[in-house]
């Protein structure tokens, strides 16, 4: 590194060595040329220079002559006729230039004063923005503003300073769109600087678009100091509650990725009181059915389907209101708040009965949730599903679209069909998101993405790549909740790949148990708190961990309603049922009464809508059930007949669970060839899945089963 230092140093030492030998004409515009960049057009060098085509190009001939400069045409002469030097005809030929080594361009640049790049700058900029027309200067504002900026600290006159402002306030609006956050915040910082002392009353309209920016820039980037600085500072200026809307939505939505769900919810709650909204303080189930009746009156004789062709809303107010109430679902939701059906039961109503507007999407999806939930209505929950996507497609709602895809490919799909065919909808949401900067439900997407992949059997190698590559993606983001989720699913399937310690512990490379479920449990993640604690049932059970799976089922229950709905909780029934009918402690009764629970749920409300989903869940646990009740018979067509059903829709590791659970019932009742033979499917289940903890585990506790003829 010195070396290379040394010839640096040498090489700029030897360029200002040539550059003495020019003309001090040439030195000049060569300054000029080098803050227009390493290529540069004669036209703006000229007009910077204040001279004339010809007069420029004479000027650059001996910067041509020394090999520092060169042009686009070689048979471009050199000795260009004397006569022409005085000429007012243009010349033959314009060339375009460029700088024929970039250290002699770097050390020029780097020799000219902070104060002569910053008049230099701004003169290029302002040549610029004059050969541009008005319409077509937003294609260019990144290359007009990057110049002009540099001048920002001059003694300019006030009207060129209103102008600066005015582009950097498009730069900000062309960074939004292209998702450019950094350089988004820059151009809103400098916008604000450029503005009059005043600028609350002689430029109200730029002064609240810079701090709305400013706010939204700042917590995409996750400097959220600055983003509550900028949200409230807008909040105590802005005239009217409706222009302090947006910043609130931003304060939610911020809060809601760091996690903190109650102060989002609260801060949802204090702009729908003033917008003239107020929930019960604490909403009881009446409440909550009284709001989702109203939906069915609203609606009258009018099918689902048809509410996507209702008029747009116009009222700004109750435009505001579903804004809001949708933009603090994803934290009442996973906070399990009671508030969650009162807000999306509003702000459906709000549609039905004021018109659709780019958020009624975000409202019909959510409604869904609560028709297959809560009204155990599966298919009034599609129907509203599949209105939203519609309702997105019809209104071109590209902003609201992830949120949309997120609630169908998460909570609605999968309740009718295979959950494979979420995964190509979840990764369009995915995509999009990041397209229009919707990077809340970027996380939200790629959390169920991974989620969706491992409960239908992906397999783990391709997996934990994938998951590895969303955890850090969602970090980088800025998407804490998210996150954490995600890492419980990587941590979770570099256990079944046998790269952790204890596979019934979570800690590894993508979290520390301990640490982690404190941090979920301070931040009132039930949602969180139900993936890592179902998560870990799973393991316990999959690895003989009974006892302690049994102790930590009272406590999943309890966080269920954070995360109902999605595939994660049928899982839950399984895994609960099979860690009870496995106890050696518990009463019988107890046992049959709570697996029987589980079943109710797991065929009325899944296997009944979507039996290649989970019929086979249901037949594994009936077949256990039957085992513990000494009915052999009936156990052992269940078993076969569940080993079918998930071979049948390549659920492969419960595929492979059936066949272990199968083996262990043959080889209780002696026969061992039997059991041999399941027992030897089930490693290869395991095996062709990925999950090699797995194989080591059956190794070691079956190896006289495994190896049998």
């Known amino acids: 590194m010195l070396k290379s230092l040394a010839l640096r140093n040498d090489a700029i030492g030897f360029i200002g060595m040539q550059l003495q030998k020019l003309p001090q004409e040439t030195q000049y515009v060569l300054k000029i040329a080098a803050c227009i960049g390493n290529k540069f057009d004669l036209d703006t060098l000229a007009r910077v220079c204040q001279k004339s085509t010809n007069k420029t190009i004479f000027a650059l001939q001996k910067a041509l002559q020394y090999g520092l400069i060169a042009t686009d045409n070689k048979a471009y002469n050199i000795d260009f006729e004397l006569t022409t030097r005085l000429s007012e005809s243009a010349p033959p030929y314009i060339p375009k230039y460029y700088f024929l080594h970039n250290q002699f361009h770097e050390a020029l640049y780097a020799a000219i004063s902070d104060a002569e790049k910053q008049a230099i700058h701004y003169q290029i900029g302002r040549c610029r923005l004059q050969k541009i027309p008005t319409g077509r200067r937003k294609f260019r504002i990144f290359e007009l503003v990057n110049q ?72 995409s980037c996750g400097d959220f100091e600055a983003m509550e600085k900028f949200s409230d ?148 929950g599609v129907k509203f599903g599949q209105l939203a996507l519609e309702l997105v497609s019809k209104l071109d709602a590209e902003v609201v679209k ?36 919707n990077l809340e439900f970027v996380g939200y997407i790629a959390h169920n993405f991974c989620l969706n992949s491992f409960w239908s059997s992906q397999p783990l190698s391709s997996l934990e790549q994938e998951t590895r590559a969303y955890c850090k993606n969602l970090v980088q983001l800025n998407q804490v909740t998210t996150a954490n989720w995600c890492q419980i699913y990587w941590q979770s399937v570099l256990n079944l790949l046998g790269c952790a310690e204890n596979p019934s512990i979570l800690s590894g490379e993508a979290l520390q148990e301990v640490e982690f479920l404190s941090r979920l449990h301070k931040s009132h993640d039930f949602g969180g708190l139900f993936i890592f604690h179902s ?39 399984l895994y609960d049922s099979l860690t009870a009918l496995s106890s050696q402690s518990k009463n019988k009764a107890d046992i049959l009464q709570q697996v029987e629970q589980n079943q109710t749920q797991l065929r009325q409300q899944w296997a009944y809508y979507a039996p290649m989903n989970h019929q086979h869940k249901v ?23 569940a080993i079918s059903g998930a071979k049948a829709y390549e659920y492969i590791q419960e595929e492979a669970l059936a066949n272990e659970l199968a083996a262990k019932f043959y080889l209780d009742g002696k026969q061992e060839q039997i059991a041999a033979d399941y027992m030897k499917e089930a490693y290869c289940c395991y095996a062709r899945w990925g999950a090699k903890a797995k194989t080591d585990d059956l190794e070691k506790r079956y190896p006289k089963l495994l190896l049998s003829s």
């Open 619 to 641: 037949d594994l646990v009936e077949a256990e059930k039957y085992r513990v009740l000494g009915q052999h018979i009936e156990a052992s067509e269940l078993y076969s007949k």
């Open 233 to 380: 500072i807008v909040i105590a200026r802005a005239y009217t509650i409706l222009e302090k809307v947006n910043v609130y939505r931003i304060k939610i939505q911020s809060n809601t990725s760091q996690g903190k769900l109650t102060q989002a919810i609260d801060i949802a709650q204090e702009i729908l009181q003033q917008l003239g909204i107020e929930f019960p303080k604490a909403p009881t189930q009446k409440d909550i059915q009284q709001a989702i009746a109203e939906i069915d009156k609203v609606l009258g004789e009018r099918e689902i389907e048809d509410l996507v062709n209702l008029p747009v809303m116009k009222d700004a107010k109750k435009m505001a209101i579903v804004e809001i109430a949708c933009s603090v679902l994803p934290a009442a939701y996973i906070s399990g708040s009671p508030l969650f059906p009162l807000l999306v039961a509003l702000s459906v109503k709000l549609s039905i009965q004021y018109g659709n507007t780019l958020f009624s999407g975000s409202a019909y999806a959510p409604f869904g949730i609560l028709a297959c939930n809560m009204n155990k209505d599966v298919e009034k």
């Open 148 to 219: 002009l900026n540099s001048g920002k600290d001059l003694d300019l006159p006030s009207t060129e300073r209103n102008e600066l402002a005015e582009l950097n306030l498009i730069a900000c609006l062309e960074a939004k769109n292209t998702t450019a956050y950094e350089a988004g915040l820059k151009y809103a910082n400098i916008g604000l600087s450029l503005l009059e002392e005043n600028a609350w009353q002689s430029q109200y309209s730029m002064s609240l678009s810079f701090h709305e920016l400013a706010a939204e820039f700042a917590g």
């Open 402 to 437: 992830p949120e949309v895809i997120n609630v169908v490919g998460s909570f609605i799909l999968h309740r009718k069909f295979h959950i494979t065919q979420t995964l190509p909808l979840l990764k369009e949401g995915y995509s999009n998101g990041l397209k229009v900067g």
């Open 535 to 573: 998560y870990k049932l799973m393991l316990c059970y999959l690895f003989g961990n009974i006892e302690y799976s049994q102790d930590i089922t009272v406590d999943i229950r309890s966080y269920l309603i954070g995360a109902s709905g999605i595939v994660i909780e049928p899982a839950f029934y």
